[in-house]
């Protein structure tokens, strides 16, 4: 199985920060890399898919980057509806596998 | 707009079974692979099984092989998962989740979720 691992776990940041999180992939997985936001209680929403292609209705403001074993997500200038859970996904190769989250908390 | 409306969770004994189903609307539901994912309480996500537009594929993690069957019934635009055999580590927030495009592309839409507790 191909392990991800996103870091940090969790951080604090105010509005108006720049937030990068970083996935790094335990093998190469080419641009096979998604990412995804949740809140709590909340199904998780599809951000970035492709490594760096926006899902339509998602704010530009999002942005992801990478090909290979090292993947990020940025968020340029973080919004109150940005405070979430982010996770980031390979569907290189089966199993499907998840980061263990990176959790964004209001500093 | 898409819609995915997961049913069936609830409490069971260990050793029990669980049928869920996913209903599907707003979209050609034949045309997508689709996916169940669950998360545990206060877990992580993991991906669960796969099924292809007409059910001739099928895919699962490891720890839920020979216990869990995915199918679906493109007529009733329904996904679902027999959970036989449950165990206390299969308790989770079971999602139903849209597969974008081709077989290896991104989840673009989930379902509200559905628990299932498996407990003496």
């Known amino acids: 199985d191909i392990q991800m691992t996103q870091s940090p776990s969790s951080l604090s940041a105010s509005v108006g920060d720049r937030v990068t999180i970083t996935c790094r992939a335990g093998q190469s997985i080419s641009s096979y890399l998604s990412w995804y936001q949740q809140k709590p209680g909340k199904a998780p929403k599809l951000l970035i898919y492709a490594a760096s292609s926006l899902k339509g209705g998602v704010p530009s403001r999002f942005s992801g980057s990478g090909s290979g074993t090292d993947f990020t997500l940025t968020i340029s200038s973080l919004q109150p509806e940005d405070f979430a859970t982010y996770h980031c996904?390979?569907?290189?190769?089966?199993?499907?596998?998840f980061g263990q989250g990176t959790k964004v908390e209001i500093k | 707009e898409v819609q995915l409306v997961e049913s069936g969770g609830g409490l069971v004994q260990p050793g029990g079974s669980l049928r869920l189903s996913c209903a599907a609307s707003e979209f050609t539901f034949g045309s997508h692979w689709m996916d169940w994912v669950r998360q545990a309480p206060g877990k992580g996500l993991e991906w669960v099984a796969n099924?292809?537009?007409?059910?001739?594929?099928?895919y699962y993690v490891d720890s839920v092989k020979g216990r869990f069957t995915i199918s679906r019934d493109n007529a009733k635009n329904s996904l679902y998962l027999q959970m036989n055999s449950l165990r206390a580590e299969d308790t989770a927030v079971y999602y139903c989740?849209?597969?974008?495009?081709?077989?290896?592309?991104?989840?673009?839409?989930w379902g509200q979720g559905t628990m299932v507790t498996v407990s003496s």
């Open positions: 989740a849209r597969r974008r495009g081709t077989y290896s592309d991104a989840f673009d839409f």
């Open positions: 996904q390979q569907t290189y190769t089966t199993p499907w596998t």
């Open positions: 099924i292809k537009q007409d059910g001739s594929d099928k």
